[in-house]
């Protein structure tokens, strides 16, 4: 697979004590790469999640719902090349087993081990691999490798995903790392986004999980790359503690605002990371929506906008054309008028009041279009709220990729 | 524009008593045919119709919302070439000029006259050149000719779209015939679907309305070709009465079920030919749902996999990608347990209970999805629910049609 035009080299990531990685490579698929990770995390790591909104999800989100709850992290286990998904009862005692075996070697619950799997669909996860995947990754625990690690996760990801961030924390320096894989296919089944960050700061579960639902929800869940939504998407959060700050308990508490600030850094960073490895993405497209009733409205006109498909092969094609993004807002179903709308590219505004605005020069919005990083903002004229979200163009590359193969 | 591979041949159209057509060509662009329609309604013509949700809409399909609870139809002008769509006053002041002249010409009220219109947005539909177009065709209005009408209401549609049938109301026979244009696109712009229905039974107004909003809820309503909204779709229905049946006035009347089935049939029939007019396609997709909690929840789930690029493009490909629905299931936020999930590609029964059946033979899924008439079906298992809906393949050519120019 090509690397994409929008790839980001791999950053310095900062270490994160209290975390231990080790990679394996078992035959889920004709790959002689690691495929198998296993993070083991210090006693009293507090974890948040976010699972996918899927109704048909896999047993391993099944799982992360029902552990999450428990607030608490010893190990975590990924495998690549087999999603485990839609595989009733087989899959199901795949994953415990899994888990269960991870517990045993790390002599914790395994209440306190979570998975994630990512790859072809259907196929039950292979038991005896999967305990043997764990086995070979064990033994190979050592100072954590993140970059092995984003490797080891992916799928057909075309170039490997991670941030890096740090924050002052009740006078303690704490660090966070994430990394992420997604959104390429497997062939022949459908993306998975899974991402992972790691911290050392101490916090409590309950306020670790607000400041993930948080920073997810203008970030992960502000980005699209063709609407589809993955059975298997999943974001784990897990704080150590061993940076040695008195563990966070509310918002109000010292340092609890600049860590919300560098999580949903990193958040952000990996999401958009996500959409510059989208399928057949030649463009990175930013869509602001300002003016609307409230956040909520907006964000669903920019998400309207983001998934048009008119709108994304307007951009493949460096091509000016506001008439969709008027289409785009009047099929979003939010309260908007036509005649208080107004349109720009870049920075340019394009139509304005409900027309195209006077003596409207479209050669500086055909050279920000030329460009492989574009934004586009409506604003609606109705209110305060304000939305962000990201996506990329729809190219050939997205039809090669998921339709000139049978599988 | 190469005609569809699943183009369809125009049908032999039955005479509708009360219609006269005319239709002419103005320069709106550089075409030589007839891009003009103007449509004379005997007095007594009944109305219904059907606008694009979208809250930003053309002044034609304002123009048509205001004028609809009259009830009653004279004259109906088309344009093909602008749509007018977000043109500001400009382009208001332009629809009720036209009007304006239908009328006058007509000799009847302005509210009685509809308009509709098709084409580049964001330019005003030139006033002396819309009236020029009314003058022109009313000097050759005729006897229908349906056939010149559809070709005239056309934009980049790759072949005229028309259907007819007849129903036997108080005794007396009646004709129905429809047209349509769309999905093709008229670069750099959006698609419109504009869809005109012609009868001569009589009925009352508010049940003629009634039947086409229950026609179009199952039909046009349940089409999509990439999930985009035109800012123009419109669909009217006239019934001039000259059959000379007792007008209809409520569903126990003898005939009314009748017509209201014929009328569902010829939408059913103009909204499958959008389908097989879609941008690229290749394969007509029939998404069947049943077993959901209602009728309405099955209609979104059946839209979740139709709009699915993944789905649609797994269909281009040949692809018995059944996760993929899995996935489209999933996400369509209604009720469901994938352990109750069902789904089959023609008559084959893929997967069932929460995963791939025993034994599964791709072979006579391969063979079905080589045809290019795909069907899909999915059961919930929760309920009775069911729905139906149509949609193409997701191509390289609706790619090459909608980003490959600059406009």
């Given at each position: ?159 490997p995903k991670a941030a890096t961030a740090s924050a002052i924390v009740g006078g303690k320096r704490v660090s966070i790392n994430g990394i992420v894989k997604g959104s390429g296919m497997i062939a022949p089944d459908m993306a998975t986004m899974l991402g992972f960050i790691f911290t050392d700061a101490a916090i ?204």
């Open positions: 697979m090509q690397r994409s035009p929008l790839a980001l080299p791999f950053p310095a990531l900062l270490p994160i004590a209290g975390v231990r990685i080790g990679t394996a490579s078992v035959p889920y698929k004709a790959w002689t790469r690691d495929c198998v990770t296993l993070v083991e995390f210090a006693p009293g790591t507090a974890v948040a999640g976010v699972t996918t909104r899927s109704l048909c999800p896999s047993p391993e989100v099944e799982l992360c719902r029902a552990k999450l709850p428990g607030g608490h992290a010893r190990g975590l286990i990924v495998n690549a090349g087999n999603s485990n998904a839609f595989t009733g009862a087989a899959g199901m005692a795949a994953a415990r087993a899994q888990a269960a075996r991870v517990a045993e070697r790390l002599d914790c619950s395994a209440d306190a081990v979570f998975s994630a799997s990512t790859g072809v669909i259907g196929v039950p996860l292979p038991i005896d691999l999967a305990v043997e995947g764990v086995d070979k990754a064990h033994a190979r625990l050592g100072e954590a490798d993140f970059l092995a690690a984003t490797n080891a996760i992916g799928t057909t990801d075309t170039f409590a579960p309950a306020l670790w999980q607000a400041m993930l639902n948080d920073a997810v929800a203008s970030t992960f869940n502000a980005i699209t790359v063709d609407s589809d939504t993955s059975t298997s998407d999943t974001v784990l959060a897990f704080a150590t503690g061993a940076a040695g700050n008195t563990a966070l308990a509310t918002m109000d508490d010292a340092g609890a605002e600049a860590l919300a600030a560098a999580l949903t850094d990193i958040c952000r960073h990996l999401a958009i990371l996500v959409v510059r490895d989208g399928e057949g993405a030649h463009k990175l497209i930013e869509v602001t929506v300002t003016g609307a009733v409230d956040d909520a409205s907006a964000k669903r006109v920019a998400l309207s906008i983001a998934n048009s498909p008119l709108v994304k092969t307007a951009i493949a094609g460096g091509d000016a054309n506001w008439g969709r993004i008027v289409m785009a807002v009047g099929k979003a179903g939010e309260p908007a008028d036509r005649d208080r709308l107004s349109i720009r590219f870049g920075n340019t505004l394009v139509a304005a009041q409900g027309a195209v605005v006077p003596g409207y020069d479209e050669a500086p919005v055909a050279a920000h279009l030329a460009g492989d990083e574009v934004s586009i903002a409506a604003d609606l004229g109705m209110g305060t709220g304000r939305a962000r979200v990201w996506t990329c163009d729809l190219t050939h590359g997205y039809i090669s990729i998921n339709a000139d193969y049978r599988s």
